[in-house]
């Protein structure tokens, strides 16, 4: 009878263990298969390596597939209690997703950003759809500053690999950012760039964005990890 009961217990053991570690692996084997499919499918189908980075192409359209994972990751490891906490996270990953998309200019006359289309003669079911999607964007930092900001503050101070991952991760985002138009950036101030600099420019932005979208992903793979350990132990 004792041995049954320890075999039953090792064996739920085991159970736990395969699932702890089942989900975080296929989510990160997952991940880097994508970003590698994006680098791969643009060097061998695109010459030069610059002229596949377009809106559409592979590494554009991973890196919002990546964004999507990152918000589904959530749903899978999270709690209901932590979701109703914070559900800023997976939404902000879903406006990355569409961010990446274009479809905050794909479906209206003017970018949901641009002051034109809130000043211009744009329909006014276009300035409604506009001025709640940036509603929505104010709220959701304002939840990620005041909830989870102080949360990612001590996961650096305790040197947590997924705190430094998102650091990493924004910072990647600024930089791919400013570079983002080079030209047409430099071009207001007189400066006119070599083209050969914008198109190499061009490649560490779409790059460090897809990377970006990568090592979010992972750090929520290490979160998740460390979640199903405390659930299970």
Known sequence: ??????????????????????????FSALIAASVGFAVLATAFYYTPFHS??????????????????????VFYFATLPALRKHWQIPMLFSLLCARELDFDKRFLSEGILQLRLYSGDAPLWEKAIGGLVIFLVLVVLWRLLRVNVPILMTGLRHLSAWAWGGVFAVGSIVVAKSIDGIGRKFADFGVTLDPQLIETAMVYEELLELFAAAIVAWSICLVGAQIWRDKNA
């Open 1 to 26: 009878m004792h041995s049954n009961t320890t075999h039953a217990a090792a064996a739920s053991q085991a159970g736990y263990a395969t699932k702890i570690i089942s989900a975080p692996v296929a």
């Open 52 to 73: 596949g980075l377009h809106e559409d192409g592979p590494v554009e359209k991973v890196s919002a597939a990546l964004w999507a994972l990152c918000a589904i990751m």
